[in-house]
């Protein structure tokens, strides 16, 4: 069994934006409060985040998360790696490490970010505990659950989505190699980041992403990484039932 938990499902400037007054950004629905795009999924009693993004910790405090034993990141920018500093809290809880897992230029660029984490020069409490685990495109053991990397492009940048049994997450995304639709068949759920109605150089745009929920066929895709320019009611209605946006708090529970 899994359990899905939305940790966020906004771009990386968040929703609302700030000084914005568009009518998303001023919306009363909470499901048009968007913090950066991230998911929890709890399997087999292991608990997985992808992505510490800007607002994990907010995040972590809403949902109750006390353990995190392992944080897969997709890629290395900024609203998808800066709440890395808050596994402090949970070393702290658990009273161990937590183990990371990224490719190795994520890992370039999560050093360069976080050199104090890494070069040993501050007092252990000061700093999260972790143990990184370079990863590459093939299928890999966390805690005796399989974990397939599924590259994909965003824009020039190469990254990796994440499929765990039935289930796949793919954010941040402008293009899917011929190679990884093989990854993505007979899914139950699939997240596929979906930017807004317009056309983007690194992201799929609404429409672009319905193509490729038909090229796929899972039989039920969650939209994230939504901007403001979408609200959550909109896209609701005009969606097929297959294709519905995503929002913060959203739990799904998957065999």
């Given at each position: ?7 966020g ?13 568009c ?54 920018h ?20 937590v ?17 104090y ?14 143990d ?64 807004r109605?317009g ?20 039989m ?36």
């Amino acid at each position: 069994m899994l359990r899905i938990t939305f940790l966020g499902t906004g771009t990386s400037m968040g929703i609302p934006m700030i000084g914005c007054k568009c009518k998303v950004c001023q919306s009363k629905d909470p499901k048009d409060k968007r913090t950066r795009t991230s998911v929890w999924i709890e399997a087999e009693g292991i608990n997985i985040i992808i992505d510490t993004g800007i607002d994990f910790r907010q995040q972590a405090l809403r949902e109750k998360i006390s353990t995190v034993d392992a944080v897969l990141f997709t890629h290395h920018h900024v609203d998808h790696i800066f709440g890395l500093d808050e596994l402090r809290a949970i070393n702290f809880l658990q009273k161990k490490s937590v183990a990371i897992y990224s490719s190795e230029h994520t890992y370039k660029h999560l050093k360069r970010v976080y050199k104090y984490v890494f070069d040993d020069s501050c007092y252990p409490s000061d700093t999260p505990q972790i143990d990184h685990e370079l990863i590459d495109e093939d299928p890999f053991s966390l805690f005796n659950i399989e974990i397939i990397p599924i590259p994909l492009l965003h824009g020039e940048l190469s990254l990796f989505g994440f499929r765990i049994g039935q289930f796949a997450y793919c954010t941040d995304v402008s293009h899917i190699p011929a190679e990884s639709y093989v990854l993505l068949q007979d899914l139950d759920v699939l997240v596929l980041g979906a930017l807004r109605d317009g056309p983007h150089p690194t992201h799929f745009s609404i429409e672009q992403a319905v193509e490729e929920v038909k090229k796929i066929g899972a039989m039920q895709t969650y939209l994230v990484h939504m901007s403001h320019e979408v609200g959550h009611q909109e896209l609701v209605h005009r969606l097929p039932q297959n294709i519905q946006p995503a929002f913060d708090g959203l739990r799904l529970n998957l065999k």
